[in-house]
């Protein structure tokens, strides 16, 4: 039962990616690029800490080598803790709102960093609060990642860009007998 394309509001209603009439071609590509680029600031909010906890000491932090291990072990933590909060969000609100307010949360600890390492005395619980918050893009990452390839058909060559093999969360059926999907 599908309903026909309703694009007059700020959510899409009667999206089919299978049905032609109620699929647009420049509404899916549109989402997918933004996607991906939402997907990338992810990655690299993710990818801060790990980027960042080799130099510390070199700029005049006084960190031990424990200290730098938790630094850089709490994003991969931290996300794969959001994930299982970040993986039902789409559904939720949408993905509109879930790119847009992810997008503001990565601000949070991309700027938290930015100061906190212009300051030597910054406190160690701190580098830890700020290196949990960089898991919000690994939460991101992992959890909104399949969300792209619901916006395109089996069919399109879009498909293998959105990262995401049929049967994750198609409602139908691969035409390929492969596990991996009809693109793999």
Not at 2 to 28: C, F, Q, Y
Not at 109 to 115: D, E, I, K, N, Q
Not at 147 to 174: G, I, M, V
């Amino acid at each position: 039962m599908s309903s026909a394309l309703n694009t007059d509001g700020r959510v899409l209603h009667g999206w089919d990616p299978e049905n032609e009439e109620t699929w647009d071609s420049a509404i899916a590509w549109r989402t997918l690029w933004i996607t991906t680029i939402t997907l990338f600031m992810a990655f690299c909010t993710w990818y801060l800490v790990a980027a960042i906890a080799p130099v510390l000491n070199q700029i005049g932090f006084d960190l031990s080598t424990s200290q730098l291990y938790w630094l850089t072990s709490l994003p991969g933590l931290a996300g794969g803790l959001l994930r299982l909060i970040f993986m039902f969000l789409p559904a939720i609100m949408g993905t509109r709102k879930l790119v847009a307010m992810s997008s503001l949360l990565f601000v949070i600890p991309m700027m938290g960093w930015f100061f906190a390492v212009q300051n030597t005395d910054t406190p160690f619980w701190w580098l830890l609060v700020l290196a949990f918050l960089t898991g919000i893009g690994g939460g991101v990452f992992s959890g909104f990642m399949p969300r792209p390839a619901t916006s395109s058909p089996n069919a399109s060559p879009a498909r293998p860009w959105a990262c995401r093999p049929d049967w994750a969360t198609s409602a139908s059926p691969s035409s390929s007998s492969s596990p991996r999907g009809s693109w793999a």
